[in-house]
């Protein structure tokens, strides 16, 4: 069976920057979790974050650029966030390695997550097209990436993921 690495606050656990989870009750989440295909992880949490914990933006560039070190995670306290970003990132792309998961939902428009877009860094509620640190990880790696706005496109690779594995 296909595994799916999905972020934590979807399924409601309270990780994210505010102590809350973001529980989706998509019935393609739900039967996923019935089918026990679905592996948590919020790689703030896993790199080293505290729940709560600031708010915080990438100043400078895009996920692919906090990885190589030339853009920046910033709360709002003016904190840099890139080390416990990254290291968390790590964390998803080898549990991801170890349990052979070829697919991730991630929460839309996290600065770790975000697949499709993020905040443009000023806290403004600015979104720019791009991706979160570990979106951008899991994707150089030939992970494919949706968010909980995408879950029918998700649904279709995990068809055809399962039909080559026959
Ligand atoms: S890092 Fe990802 S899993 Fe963790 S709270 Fe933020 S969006 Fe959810």
């Not at 992880?41 to 915080?56: D, F, I």
């Not at 853009?71 to 416990?84: C, G, K, L, P, Y």
């Not at 070829?102 to 991706?131: E, H, M, W």
Request: proline share 5%.
């Amino acid at each position: 069976m296909e595994l799916i690495l999905i972020s934590s606050c979807l399924l409601g656990q309270p990780v994210r920057y505010d102590g809350k989870g973001a529980r989706s009750r998509h019935p393609l989440i739900l039967r996923w979790l019935a089918e026990q295909r679905l592996v948590p992880l919020c790689p703030e949490m896993s790199g080293g974050l505290p729940t709560p914990r600031p708010a915080a933006e990438i100043s400078g560039g895009q996920g692919e650029q906090v990885l190589n070190g030339s853009a920046s995670v910033i709360s709002t306290n003016q904190q840099d966030f890139s080390r416990e970003f990254v290291a968390g990132a790590e964390l998803a792309l080898k549990k991801c390695q170890k349990q052979n998961i070829k697919l991730a939902i991630l929460k839309a428009r996290s600065p770790s997550c975000g697949s499709q877009s993020t905040y443009d860094g000023n806290f403004s509620g600015q979104l720019v097209s791009g991706q979160g640190v570990t979106s951008a990880l899991l994707r150089s790696h030939g992970i494919k990436v949706y968010d909980e706005e995408m879950l029918l496109q998700a649904e279709s690779y995990l068809a055809e993921l399962e039909r080559n594995s026959r």
